[in-house]
C-alpha cells in the first residue's frame, strides 16, 4: 500500500524534483500546494498519510501552517523541509509538533527513509537536532508580567525574530538600522530572561505572539 504524500513548497522546481524522487516507489505524491493556505486547504480535501512542509512560503509560511494543522488535524504527520540550517526554525518545529527537520540537501534515501517513518507516526528528530533545541525548550518561562514591558518596537522585532528572520532581514521588512535591530534584540533578550534568540523565538511561540 502506497503512502500518500501532499508537497508543499513556493517552488515549482523543487516540487518537480521531490515528485522525481518519489517516483516508483512507495510514496505516491497526491497532491502539492504552494502555500500555506493551499496546504491547508488541500489537507482537508485529500487527507494525506503525510504532509512534507516547507518553511519558507508565501501567504501562509510553513510554520506557521504547521502550528495550524497541528491543532485542526494533528492525525496528519508534518516533516518539516527547508534550505535554512536556521535554530530558530528547527527549536519552533518541535515545539509546535513536527516528525521531524529535514533539509534540502538531503539525500534520495534519507527523504524516502524519513517520510516512510514518519508516516506510522514515529519521531525522526535525530539526536543532533535534539540537543540544539533542548535548552530553549527547557528554558523556564518567564513571567507573564514582565519586568519591564517590551516596547511597541521590541514587540515588533521579536516577532520577526521568531519568523527566522536575521538582524538584517527584519531591520529590512521593519525600515531601521542593522545596529538598532541589534540593540532591541539585546533589551527583549534582557526582559523576558533568556539568553539568546532561539530560547526568545520558542518564548513568543509560547505565548502566542506568533
Same mark, same amino acid.
Given at each position: *500500500?502506497?503512502?500518500?504524500?501532499?508537497?508543499?513548497? !513556493?517552488?515549482?522546481?523543487?516540487?518537480?524534483?521531490?515528485?522525481?524522487?518519489?517516483?516508483?516507489?512507495?510514496?505516491?505524491?497526491?497532491?502539492?500546494?504552494?502555500?500555506?493556505?493551499?496546504t491547508?486547504? &488541500? $489537507?482537508?480535501?485529500?487527507?494525506?498519510?503525510?504532509?512534507?512542509?516547507?518553511?519558507?512560503?508565501?501567504? *501562509?509560511?510553513g510554520?506557521?501552517?504547521?502550528?495550524? &494543522?497541528?491543532?485542526?488535524?494533528?492525525?496528519?504527520?508534518? &516533516?518539516?523541509?527547508?534550505?535554512?540550517?536556521?535554530?530558530?526554525?528547527?527549536?519552533?518545529?518541535?515545539?509546535?509538533?513536527?516528525?521531524?527537520?529535514?533539509?534540502?540537501?538531503?539525500?534520495?534515501?534519507?527523504?524516502? *527513509?524519513?517520510?516512510?517513518?514518519?508516516?506510522?507516526?514515529?519521531?525522526?528528530?535525530n539526536? !543532533?537536532?535534539?540537543?540544539?533545541?533542548?535548552?530553549?525548550?527547557?528554558?523556564?518561562? $518567564?513571567?507573564?508580567?514582565?519586568?519591564?514591558?517590551?516596547?511597541?518596537?521590541?514587540?515588533?522585532?521579536? #516577532?520577526?525574530?521568531?519568523?527566522? &528572520?536575521?538582524? #538584517?532581514?527584519?531591520?529590512?521588512?521593519?525600515?531601521?538600522?542593522?545596529?538598532?535591530?541589534?540593540e532591541?534584540?539585546?533589551?527583549?533578550?534582557?526582559?523576558?530572561?533568556?539568553?539568546?534568540?532561539?530560547?526568545? $523565538?520558542?518564548? $513568543?511561540?509560547? #505565548?502566542?505572539?506568533?
Amino acid at each position: *500500500m502506497s503512502i500518500r504524500l501532499l508537497i508543499a513548497d !513556493d517552488h515549482t522546481v523543487v516540487r518537480a524534483g521531490l515528485r522525481s524522487i518519489f517516483s516508483g516507489s512507495d510514496v505516491e505524491v497526491i497532491a502539492e500546494a504552494s502555500n500555506g493556505t493551499e496546504t491547508l486547504r &488541500l $489537507a482537508i480535501e485529500q487527507r494525506p498519510d503525510i504532509i512534507l512542509l516547507d518553511v519558507r512560503m508565501p501567504e *501562509m509560511d510553513g510554520i506557521a501552517c504547521l502550528g495550524r &494543522l497541528r491543532t485542526e488535524h494533528s492525525d496528519i504527520p508534518v &516533516l518539516m523541509f527547508s534550505a535554512y540550517e536556521n535554530p530558530t526554525y528547527v527549536a519552533r518545529a518541535y515545539a509546535l509538533g513536527a516528525a521531524g527537520f529535514l533539509q534540502k540537501t538531503a539525500s534520495k534515501a534519507q527523504l524516502l *527513509m524519513a517520510v516512510r517513518r514518519a508516516s506510522t507516526g514515529e519521531s525522526i528528530w535525530n539526536r !543532533d537536532e535534539l540537543r540544539r533545541v533542548t535548552g530553549a525548550l527547557s528554558t523556564p518561562r $518567564a513571567a507573564i508580567d514582565l519586568e519591564a514591558p517590551l516596547t511597541k518596537r521590541e514587540s515588533e522585532v521579536l #516577532k520577526q525574530l521568531a519568523l527566522g &528572520l536575521s538582524n #538584517k532581514e527584519i531591520a529590512l521588512a521593519l525600515s531601521i538600522s542593522y545596529e538598532t535591530v541589534k540593540e532591541h534584540v539585546q533589551h527583549i533578550l534582557r526582559k523576558v530572561g533568556v539568553s539568546d534568540r532561539t530560547q526568545a $523565538a520558542v518564548w $513568543a511561540v509560547r #505565548k502566542g505572539l506568533v
